[in-house]
């Protein structure tokens, strides 16, 4: 009976012994993939179309990236559905590495409060990596409205109460609607979206004078303004924009403490190894002072806003709150 016992007891601290060997040595492999990550190509999901403002701002990134990183990095379209799909196809991605995304203010910050439901919780779901960039919007005008600042359009907008200025939204729930919305709540001008399928399509009927006012993005208006087709009135930031220097802030023209950026990052499915989302934010700081990067960005007026993955962390759950409020109040939704 002993005989028996003993050898069972030999043979359990053998197999416990061999379990332990197998988890050590998994423990060892593991810990090495992620010394010697990465070694392999990665995915790049850019929730938002080919050819658009975002995508081309974010190729030359992803190439820099990819020398820095030593591999392959692949940019996935997919766009949809205000950028839930691409995001959703971050979120739900295996958390090896290998996979990473861009988010910003509409993905990140803004949706969780435009849809009810959302096939994803941003917070629990992604991880942040870094913000990278940041761009003001401009209010511009049509050349025949009679105001060529900004506390001209206030004064012309409270002078009567049958007065409407339309304002042009390529995207009814986006950062730049949502931008007119704050702006109304907190100047009382009477203001009324329309609805456009393009903010190119906003601005040719602006150009035209069959719209007063957008609020869009510096980089896609800048040629017009530049050219004398419409006319800027003030920027959303805190400070004035490098290639607009003569517009004022929105602060500076009768609206204290406005201040509304674009911001826009790279996030990475929850449970991404800490070393792999420490390395991502270092090969995406080297790229944003690439060459190749700086141009497309000059060209695009794409300020650079450079973060650790808690600042970007921090900055999400602040803006969340607010941009819910604002929904609130305009009592809109995307479902």
């Known amino acids: 009976m002993e005989t028996r016992k003993g050898n069972w007891t030999r043979r359990a601290l053998t197999a ?41 701002s974010m190729r030359p990134v992803a190439d820099a990236m990819a020398r820095e990183l030593g591999q392959a990095v692949a940019v996935d379209n997919r766009p949809s559905a205000g950028g839930i799909v691409g995001t959703q196809l971050i979120a739900t ?26 096939p994803y919780n941003t917070e629990k779901d992604l991880t942040p ?19 060529n600042n900004f506390q001209e359009l206030l004064a012309y907008g409270r002078k009567s109460p049958n007065i409407k200025l339309t304002v042009g939204n390529p995207a009814i729930g986006g950062a730049g609607h949502l931008t007119g919305e704050l702006l109304r709540t907190q100047t009382g ?27 869009e993005n510096v980089s896609a208006v800048l040629p017009f303004i530049q050219s004398g087709q419409i006319k800027a009135l003030a920027v959303t930031s805190a400070k004035r924009v490098s290639v607009l220097p003569q517009v004022p802030t929105l602060a500076e023209s009768g609206v204290p403490g406005f201040d509304v950026v674009a911001w826009g ?28 990067v700086v141009r497309a960005h000059a060209a695009l007026s794409v300020e650079p806003m450079l973060s650790s993955p808690e600042e970007f962390t921090v900055l999400v759950k602040q803006e969340t709150p607010r941009w819910a409020e604002v929904v609130k109040r305009a009592g809109v939704r995307g479902d």
């Open 93 to 118: 991605a295996p958390p090896d590495g290998y996979t990473f995304g861009y988010g910003n203010i509409t993905t990140l910050a803004i949706n969780s409060s435009f849809f009810t439901k959302l």
């Open 129 to 147: 990596i870094g913000l990278f960039m940041a761009n003001a919007y401009v209010v511009v005008a049509r050349n025949g409205l009679p105001a």
């Open 265 to 292: 990052g790279l996030v990475a499915p929850a449970g991404t190894p800490k070393k792999a989302i420490e390395r991502l934010n270092a090969a995406m700081r080297k790229a944003m002072a690439d060459p190749a």
């Open 189 to 215: 001008l009477p203001m009324e979206a329309v609805p456009y399928k393009t903010g190119t399509q906003a601005v040719g009927d602006m150009v035209n004078g069959q719209l007063d006012l957008t609020i």
């Open 16 to 56: 416990s012994l061999a379990l332990a060997a197998i988890a050590t040595t998994g423990a060892a492999i593991a810990q090495a993939q992620q010394d010697n990550w990465p070694q392999k190509p990665l995915r790049f999901i850019v929730p938002y179309a080919a050819g658009s403002g975002v995508d081309v």
